[in-house]
């Protein structure tokens, strides 16, 4: 069983930034392709970005490009999403995602899912 536990979100002006980190329990974190999702409200949870197990891959939504970085640290068993020049669009919560196979992460059909963490960009 892996845990995912999210922290990071608040509330920011449009043009700011925050770092979004998921701290994982378990010994499987670094054999694990993981990946951010948000959902606002009234709309369908949404592919964000995702990174493969060594990190050496990522993929991100097209509307994130250039904005939102997915990085990994398997030393401390922890993903990141650094977001910059955040729009008030971007208000959602974001949840982090885990799975064996990266291809599973970007469909949302991993493994685990953390409680998410809200965001909210005011214009």
């Known amino acids: 069983q892996v845990q995912l536990v999210e922290s990071g979100g608040g509330l920011v002006q449009a043009g700011g930034s925050l770092r979004l980190s998921c701290a994982a329990s378990?010994?499987?974190?670094?054999?694990?392709?993981m990946g951010w999702f948000r959902q606002a409200p009234g709309n369908e949870r949404e592919f964000v970005a995702a990174i493969s197990r060594s990190g050496g891959s990522t993929y991100y939504q097209d509307s994130v490009k250039g904005r939102f970085t997915i990085s990994r640290d398997n030393a401390k068993n922890t993903v990141y999403l650094q977001m910059n020049s955040l729009k008030p669009e971007d208000t959602a919560v974001y949840y982090c995602?885990?799975?064996?196979?990266?291809?599973?992460?970007?469909?949302?059909?991993?493994?685990?899912w953390g409680q998410g963490t809200q965001v909210t960009v005011s214009s």
């Open positions: 378990g010994r499987t974190f670094s054999s694990s392709a």
């Open positions: 995602h885990a799975g064996r196979l990266l291809a599973l992460v970007t469909t949302a059909t991993g493994d685990y």
